[in-house]
């Protein structure tokens, strides 16, 4: 199964693709409405607008087995100490050996944006990204089976 942090993520179509190619259930968890293509391996969960609750209900059902997309990187370390693998959008793997560093790094970046206006946002998503999130994707899903 797949799990999604759907509110904001950039992969959306690429996740439906996969899960209807390898014939795995996606779950997409919102805080609220998402239009979503109709497939029976594709469902939305709408969570509620609570403070953190998309990521409690994903945290809620992850198991050994599952594969959690998310760009936060609390969520992806919630997601690691219940067994299940995360990826977030541009295909990169958190594991128990790599997400201290990255909520350390998180940490970090909050510090010294805290005060500082921030201006322009991320950079934009590219054919790139995608194209790695979704070579990532197969490789994890390959991997546990």
Do not use: W
């Not at 998309?54 to 809620?60: K, N, P």
């Amino acid at each position: 199964m797949i799990l999604i942090d759907a509110d904001a993520c950039p992969v959306k179509p690429q996740i439906v693709e996969v899960a209807i190619r390898r014939n795995i259930p996606a779950i997409f968890v919102a805080g609220s409405y998402l239009r979503l293509p109709d497939h029976p391996l594709v469902r939305l969960f709408v969570a509620g607008e609570g403070f953190d609750a998309a990521d409690d209900a994903i945290v809620e059902v992850v198991r050994p087995g599952t594969v959690t997309v998310t760009a936060d990187i609390l969520l992806a370390g919630r997601v690691i100490e219940k067994g299940g693998a995360v990826l977030d959008p541009k295909g990169r793997e958190f594991t128990e050996a790599s997400i201290g560093e990255a909520v350390a790094t998180r940490n970090l970046m909050a510090d010294l944006r805290g005060g500082i206006e921030q201006g322009g946002g991320p950079k934009p998503y590219t054919k790139a990204d995608r194209a790695a999130f979704v070579n990532a994707l197969d490789r994890v899903l390959t991997r546990i089976g």
